[in-house]
């Protein structure tokens, strides 16, 4: 989990969505425009930067993995992108096999902590909550429905992260959409937040950002114009600040610098 992450009103939303999907044992819906941060929530919440790559390796068992084993009994929260065009049954096996990792390292920490004892259980998916899927749009009919009858057979919780739209699309699928509990739109930075995060920014690059001055408000009315509060695009461009700063030895971030910077990405409609 980068120690960078930045929690803004939209992932306190986006946790709170994801948290009563879980409670209801439902499925949910996120949607909103590329890059506005919906896989970065996603992955947060599910504690998946750490957790993912953990799981992945799946090597020799250490003293230092229980800080793991407790990480993944506070999420119990699967993070999945499926490929372009998945086949069915790699899909399922896929997600069953990282379900079935997590709940090994949950059911290791209920061990330690001796809440478990006796004999391990034979389905350790059963510690698994939540299902979150991104990229959504990629799912098939077919695909939908082995994830519904996964939903129906163990209440599991699941979450279809994808782009605006993809919550009329799931109204052809009637069995899936009569399930549905709970639809979220991840929206693009606010004015406010825009600022907060902004500051965030300037503080990492070691100068300190005052709205009220007159040089600081062209920079962050440049930003606004550039990015319209698009996460990713923010991302994406403060790296490039850095670059226009140092190779030109300047020590304010202008609306010039911000251009500059902003000339090197590649930044669509």
């Not at 698009?230 to 461009?237: P, V």
Request: hydrophobic share 40%; net charge neutral; proline share 3%.
């Amino acid at each position: 989990m980068t120690k960078d992450f930045i929690v803004t009103k939209e992932h306190r939303r986006f946790a709170e969505f994801a948290t009563a999907v879980r409670k209801e044992q439902t499925i949910g819906i996120c949607h909103g425009d590329a890059g506005v941060g919906k896989t970065q929530s996603a992955r947060r919440y599910a504690h998946w930067d750490t957790l993912g790559p953990f799981i992945a390796e799946w090597g020799p068992r250490t003293e230092d993995d229980a800080t793991h084993y407790a990480a993944a009994n506070r999420s119990r929260t699967v993070f999945y992108t499926p490929e372009v065009l998945p086949r069915h049954k790699d899909l399922m096996r896929e997600i069953e096999h990282l379900r079935m990792r997590l709940g090994i390292c949950v059911d290791e920490h209920q061990r330690n902590i001796g809440k478990v004892t006796g004999s391990r259980a034979v389905d350790m998916t059963r510690w698994i909550e939540l299902l979150i899927i991104d990229e959504a749009e990629r799912l098939t009919p077919t695909a939908l429905e082995l994830l519904r009858d996964q939903h129906d057979r163990h209440q599991l919780a699941i979450i279809l992260i994808g782009m605006p739209g993809i919550d009329q699309r799931f109204r052809h699928y009637p069995q899936l959409y009569s399930r549905l509990g709970f639809s979220h739109r991840y929206r693009a930075l606010g004015r406010e937040e825009l600022l907060f995060v902004l500051d965030r920014h300037w503080k990492r690059l070691g100068r300190i950002l005052d709205p009220d001055d007159f040089t600081d408000a062209q920079a962050i009315a440049a930003i606004e114009r550039i990015t319209r509060g698009n996460f990713r695009l923010l991302e994406r461009l403060f790296p490039q600040i850095a670059r226009v700063l140092r190779i030109n030895q300047l020590e304010t971030i202008t609306d010039d610098v911000i251009e500059a910077a902003a000339s090197i990405l590649v930044i669509g409609d």
